[in-house]
């Protein structure tokens, strides 16, 4: 069953997801190549850093007994940037991502706010990403999990061997963003596992999350709502969940 927020946010459990990756041609792309390119040579302008590199995109999927399947194609960076930019306009495709939403035992969420250097500076998300290739499995699949795991090492130091892992995924469509969360619990208190990445981000020249910081607590009466919910920076931030609704 899908939930549905008065802003038409879907969000419903899963039990797994299975995403191929198959080749596929955007119609929106190269309709506005032209549009794109000169979008993303402003955008380098502002932001250096930026790379134009392949990602993948979700471009059919459906959900049917708690089973999301689905297929993905590859495309360049600057496509996906303006397309996202330009308020992902209807054009068949989705960004679907892979985050951690990771939990310390005592109840707390922890996310991070993005650096200046990157194209969604000062939001705040759970560690993840939109896949690329490096997230493709030998058989052709979109490995997700695999995304998670890589993306919570680098952008944490967590190694995801080492932290309780729920099997299970929450789905968050709003618009054309599909965000797949999957709960990690860490066993250490949330102001010792945010210390432990203060001390990986001070370290890290690469990351893209910012100083880490504490913010104030909100509750949800839906567990996967509450997993859905993000706080808004490259720092590291924990909310905790007065409903206890994820228990």
């Known amino acids: 069953m899908i939930a549905k927020s008065p802003e038409a946010i879907q969000i419903a459990p899963l039990d797994a997801v299975e995403i191929a990756v198959e080749p596929w041609t955007w119609p929106f792309a190269q309709a506005r190549r032209a549009d794109m390119d000169r979008h993303f040579a402003a955008r380098l302008r502002e932001r250096p850093a930026l790379w134009n ?123 054309g963003f599909v965000a797949l969360l999957k709960r990690v619990t860490v066993n250490e208190s949330a102001e010792r596992l945010r210390a432990n990445i203060m001390h990986h981000l001070a370290r890290s020249a690469a990351g893209i999350f910012r100083h880490p910081h504490r913010a104030r607590a909100c509750g949800s009466r839906s567990s996967h709502a509450a997993l859905a919910c993000r706080i808004s920076g490259g720092r590291m931030v924990t909310k905790r969940d007065h409903a206890h609704a994820l228990d």
């Not at 068949?92 to 200046?116: I, K, R, W, Y």
């Not at 493709?136 to 967590?158: H, N, Y």
Request: with cysteine; hydrophobic share 45%; net charge negative.
């Open 53 to 175: 590199g392949c990602v993948l995109l979700l471009h059919r999927y459906a959900c049917e007994n708690g089973v999301l399947r689905g297929a993905s194609f590859e495309t360049d960076y600057a496509s996906f940037l303006a397309w996202r930019d330009w308020g992902c306009p209807a054009a068949g495709v989705f960004n679907v991502f892979a985050e951690a939403a990771l939990q310390s035992a005592d109840g707390a969420f922890l996310l991070g706010q993005m650096a200046p250097f990157t194209s969604i500076a000062g939001q705040w998300v759970f560690p993840g990403g939109t896949p690329d290739r490096d997230d493709i499995s030998p058989g052709g699949m979109l490995d997700l999990a695999g995304s998670v795991a890589r993306e919570l090492l680098e952008e944490t130091g967590l190694d995801i061997g080492v932290c309780k892992v729920e099997p299970s995924w929450t789905l968050v469509r709003d618009g």
